[in-house]
């Protein structure tokens, strides 16, 4: 089953002749990793989602990739709340920028990032990264049913 990640993007018109098309690589599978084991959490915590999103944005701060910087809008957007649909839990989390997927997907190797040590994939190495620390969060703050 394919998951839906939404994102604000502007229309490449908005970046002159130069911009790509961009697409999405990688999250698909950290967050099918992720949804197996979360599934088998009962009493999905608001409190224990939005203390993952918190983590996740410290992380960016501390462990490269860092969150690229030029003026600082960029990290000022980030944003998270938690989400429910039915019996499901989960939390809304990311850089509401126009540019922030743009910017995400960045991957050319000759690209001369303005702080060292950020780079591109930053939202997505520090989720696949976390993957324990992600799940014992959420677990100390549900009822975990083991098989």
């Known amino acids: 089953m394919q998951r839906t990640i939404p994102v604000m993007v502007r229309p490449a018109s908005d970046f002159g002749n130069s911009a790509k098309a961009i697409s999405i690589s990688g999250f698909d599978q950290i967050i099918k990793n992720l949804n197996i084991e979360i599934l088998a959490m009962t009493q999905g915590s608001k409190e224990g ?3 993952v999103a918190k983590y996740i944005r410290r992380d960016m701060e501390v462990t490269q990739p860092f969150i690229p910087v030029d003026l ?3 990290e000022g957007t980030w944003s998270a709340e938690p989400i429910t649909e039915g019996k499901k839990h989960g939390v809304k989390m990311g850089f509401s920028a126009g540019y922030a997927l743009w910017v995400h997907e960045m991957v050319d190797p000759n690209i001369k990032w303005s702080k060292i040590g950020s780079g591109p994939k930053f939202l997505e190495k520090a ?3 976390n993957h324990d ?5 959420i677990a100390d703050k549900t009822k975990v049913n083991r098989k």
């Open 133 to 137: 620390a992600i799940l014992q969060i």
């Open 72 to 74: 600082g809008h960029l």
């Open 49 to 51: 989602l939005l203390q």
């Open 127 to 129: 989720i696949n990264r």
